[in-house]
């Protein structure tokens, strides 16, 4: 037996069987992609929505030791300038370098709310 017997060729599809057969076959061939298709974006959205939990949890971690961080750090700033000049005036000076920061925070926040607005409305931005 030589290699070539082994080979399994499909028979032509004869001309009785006009396109009907074909245009099934299509079909089917569509439908299959079609479910393969939303079988792999519901795939992709599971994976998505795993990993943004994940996201979420990480970034609140984050937020959370970075405020610990911050609280450490001016509660340092009182208790170091209290020996310089006195628990009222570290309270002042570390208040105020504190209160200009939101004030700057805040209007930077007021004027790219300002700018978005304007542009989203269509408008020029100021």
Do not use: M, N, T
């Given at each position: 037996m030589s290699e070539q017997d082994n080979i399994w060729t499909?028979?032509?599809?004869?001309?009785?069987?006009?396109?009907?057969?074909?245009?099934?076959?299509?079909?089917?061939?569509g439908q299959t992609?079609?479910?393969?298709?939303?079988?792999?974006?519901?795939?992709?959205?599971?994976?998505?929505?795993?990993?943004?939990k994940t996201?979420?949890?990480?970034?609140?971690?984050g937020l959370a030791f970075g405020f610990f961080t911050l609280l450490a750090i001016v509660v340092g700033l009182l208790l170091a300038l209290a020996h310089y000049v006195?628990?009222?005036?570290?309270?002042?000076?570390?208040?105020?370098?504190?209160?200009?920061l939101a004030a700057l925070c805040l209007a930077r926040a007021?004027?790219?709310i300002k700018t978005a607005k304007a542009?989203?409305?269509?408008?020029?931005a100021a």
């Open positions: 499909p028979d032509p599809p004869s001309a009785e069987e006009g396109i009907g057969p074909a245009i099934r076959a299509l079909i089917e061939d992609l079609v479910e393969a298709e939303i079988a792999y974006r519901k795939a992709q959205a599971a994976y998505g929505l795993g990993e943004a996201i979420v949890v990480l970034l609140l971690f006195g628990v009222w005036g570290s309270l002042a000076i570390v208040g105020g370098g504190l209160a200009i007021l004027k790219r542009a989203l409305s269509g408008g020029s």
